[in-house]
């Protein structure tokens, strides 16, 4: 049974209410409940966590390996631009993390620019929005069919 942790960090618990403009009007819930419909519980198990404190977020995530996870979709938030902790996490991992954003970073401020987790994940999907996620499930259902049982 594949299990894949769907990961948001700082402010994503306020989407929705902040920055409608850049970030759009559903909020955390309509992104799981999206997800949710992707799949089957034959297919994967999705488990969702969200956490404002960086350490919050590195204790899921290594337990989440530790619990047998198959594979991570992770939204650091600000985290991504800051957190050497979170990278190290990630890339202490044995599992495959894809790093999402709903908003395209590269058309962000500079210091949004930059991603210091990036180098720790299979792959960076940026400014799609919540179909950022979609995409991110596919390839993780698709990848994790392929590696040997």
């Not at 306020?14 to 409608?20: D, I, K, M, S, T």
């Not at 979170?86 to 401020?109: K, T």
Request: negative net charge; charged residues 20%; glycine residues 10%.
């Amino acid at each position: 049974m594949k299990k894949i942790a769907i990961v948001n960090g700082p402010n994503l618990n306020r989407l929705g209410v902040r920055e409608p403009e850049i970030y759009g009007s559903k909020s955390l819930a309509d992104l799981e409940t999206q997800l949710l419909n992707m799949v089957t519980p034959e297919e994967a198990e999705l488990e969702f966590f969200q956490s404002n404190h960086e350490g919050s977020l590195i204790d899921f995530i290594s337990g989440f390996e530790d619990d047998n996870g198959s594979g991570i979709i992770i939204n650091p938030g600000a985290l991504t631009h800051t957190s050497l902790a979170l990278r190290d996490a990630i890339a202490g991992l044995s599992l495959p993390v894809v790093e999402v954003h709903i908003s395209n970073i590269y058309r962000r401020e500079q210091i949004r620019q930059h991603s210091l987790t990036a180098p720790a994940c299979v792959g960076v999907i940026s400014g799609l929005g919540f179909a950022g996620y979609s995409a991110a499930l596919n390839y993780l259902l698709e990848h994790l069919d392929q590696e040997p049982g």
